[in-house]
C-alpha cells in the first residue's frame, strides 16, 4: 500500500518562502508519477507540479516562476519549493502519485493527509 507523508506547512506572510516535503513508500512500479495539488473547502482540487520517473517536470502556469518541484536523491522524496507566497495560496496542500503524469492524474491518485499552508 502506498504511503505519503508530507510536512512543511504553515502560517507565512506575503512574500516569504515556505518548502514542503513528501515521502513516499510502498510504491512497487518502475514509472511513475509524484506531485503536489492543493484544495480549499468546496473547491475541486487545483494540480499545482508534477515530476515522473524519467525527471520530465511540469508546473501548473498559475504557479509558475514562484513554486518549483524537485526529487530527493533516493527518487522516493520529492519536494514543492514555494517562493513570493500570496494570501491566495492558502490552502490544503497535498503530495501525490500516479503511474503516469497523464491528464487530470491527480484526480485519482493516492495522496496524503496533507499539510495546511496559510499565508496572510
Known amino acids: 500500500q502506498v504511503q505519503l507523508v508530507e510536512s512543511g506547512g504553515g502560517s507565512v506572510q506575503a512574500g516569504e518562502s515556505l518548502r514542503l516535503s513528501c515521502v513516499v513508500s510502498?510504491?512497487?512500479?518502475?514509472?511513475?508519477?509524484m506531485g503536489w495539488f492543493r484544495q480549499v473547502p468546496g473547491n475541486e482540487r487545483e494540480p499545482l507540479a508534477s515530476?515522473?520517473?524519467?525527471?520530465?517536470?511540469s508546473v501548473a502556469d498559475s504557479v509558475k516562476g514562484r513554486f518549483t518541484i524537485s526529487q530527493g536523491t533516493n527518487k522516493n522524496t520529492v519536494h514543492l519549493q514555494m517562493n513570493n507566497l500570496r494570501a491566495a495560496d492558502t490552502a490544503m496542500y497535498y503530495c501525490?502519485?500516479?503511474?503516469?503524469?497523464?491528464?487530470?492524474?491527480?484526480?485519482?491518485?493516492?495522496r496524503g493527509r496533507g499539510t495546511q499552508v496559510t499565508v496572510s
Open positions: 501525490a502519485t500516479a503511474t503516469r503524469c497523464v491528464g487530470a492524474w491527480y484526480k485519482s491518485a493516492s
Open positions: 510502498g510504491y512497487r512500479y518502475s514509472t511513475y508519477c
Open positions: 515530476i515522473d520517473s524519467d525527471g520530465r517536470t
